[in-house]
């Protein structure tokens, strides 16, 4: 019984514990997702959060994925490839941040309004948090870099790489999604503050300066 409460599929109980206490201060830092979470959930509350939260969980099983199968790896060692992700990467956060700057501006106008207009969504996203969050995810390579770098020091020796990964990956959802959902009850909680015509406004050029700052911290790296 001890035995088995020591191990945890293919890997150690103790080296997915000790991967997740070294991946969560990533996790907390704040980027991409929590970005879109403030933007989706501030304007159009809790119902908002969980398309984010499944697309940024596809993204990382999609880089889990190809790292177990070693394409990510290749796309590391290949300077041209890296860089043509890393730049489609931050040309859709800059524009995205673009995009959610300018209509803050048609923001506070619709507040004045008494019959608002419906707001025109960014043709690149579809309509869809979770196509947001999935490309925005995607589209870092520094999510690949994770999978690369940090997650060989967990591996067990001699044994197949590809269910070790994904074990990890699993472990690192559960850990993300659960810090995705814990900030859309905060910011759903605060959303009678944040969608004041007050500080509407203001909150979505903070986003969107957010965005931009992102793609171009990722554009630089």
Do not use: C, E
């Given at each position: 019984m ?24 990533l ?7 929590l ?25 990382l ?13 290749l ?52 309509h ?92 630089a790296?």
């Open positions: 001890t035995q088995l409460s020591n191990q945890l599929g293919p890997l150690p109980l103790k080296a997915v514990i000790g991967y997740l206490v070294a991946v969560f201060p996790i907390a830092t704040p980027g991409t997702s970005a879109l979470l403030a933007q989706r959930v501030g304007g159009s509350g809790r119902r908002a959060g969980p398309p984010v939260v499944l697309g940024t969980v596809t993204g099983y999609i880089h889990a994925t190809l790292a177990g199968l070693g394409l990510s790896a796309v590391m060692r290949s300077s041209q490839a890296f860089t043509a992700v890393r730049l489609a990467g931050a040309i859709y956060l800059v524009g995205l941040g673009l995009w959610t700057w300018r209509t803050a501006a048609a923001t506070r106008r619709t507040d004045r309004d008494t019959q608002p207009q419906r707001r025109r969504q960014p043709p690149w996203t579809g869809s948090a979770y196509q947001q969050a999935l490309l925005g995810n995607v589209l870092n390579p520094k999510a690949a870099s994770i999978f690369l770098t940090l997650t060989p020091q967990f591996l067990t020796p001699r044994q197949p790489v590809l269910p070790q990964i994904l074990l990890l990956a699993t472990a690192q959802v559960l850990l993300v999604a659960a810090w995705l959902l814990l900030w859309t009850v905060v910011i759903s909680s605060a959303a009678a503050t944040l969608n004041s015509a007050t500080l509407r406004a203001p909150l979505r050029r903070l986003t969107g300066a957010l965005l931009v700052a992102l793609g171009l911290r990722a554009a790296t």
